[in-house]
């Protein structure tokens, strides 16, 4: 038997547009995914919802140093400092996530000492790790979606293939960072990595 998830990806408020890190596209995108948490049909396809959270207490030389120019691919201006409003997920999303009752909602937090891009490097408020949580929910397939697509989306789909869930990446529902990285991804990157693509 199938059993399905939704990971959203890091729709925190520090890599939106006005936020210290922001991609560009991610308050439209967190605005069309939280309609489509309200709709039954759309979460009607999901057994477990996952969310995740950059969550940095002290990430070493993942924040450029103090006068440092950030490199952008490793280091990284601070964002996402837990507890901060910048690690917030987006209200309007956040609120539809707080409106599902039908299934479980599991809150994933990565990144607190060291940089973390995939979703499965996070661990739950009960310090469980989300592989471990998913196995043990008896999740089979895994939809992705969130910020950035050449990012955290994509480690994390990387990871979740690697570890043998049957893995699609929501493409209306991805935003990312660069685009000829982006558009690789989806010409031949994710296929290459046997994660699929689907729209919504
Ligand atoms: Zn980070």
Redesign the pocket.
Known sequence: MRSNALIVVDVQYDFCEGGSLAVVGGLGMASRLAAALRDEAFVGRYDVLVTTQ?W?ID?GA?FAAAGQVPDFQTS?PV??VAGSDGARIIAELDDAVAGIETIPVIRVFK?HYS?AYSGFEGVTGDDERLLDRLRSDGVTDVDIAGIATDYCVKQTAIHAADAGFGTTVLQDFAVGIDDADVAALYASGFAAAGVSVRHR
């Open positions: 950059d940095h990430p993942h990284w964002h996402c990144g940089a």
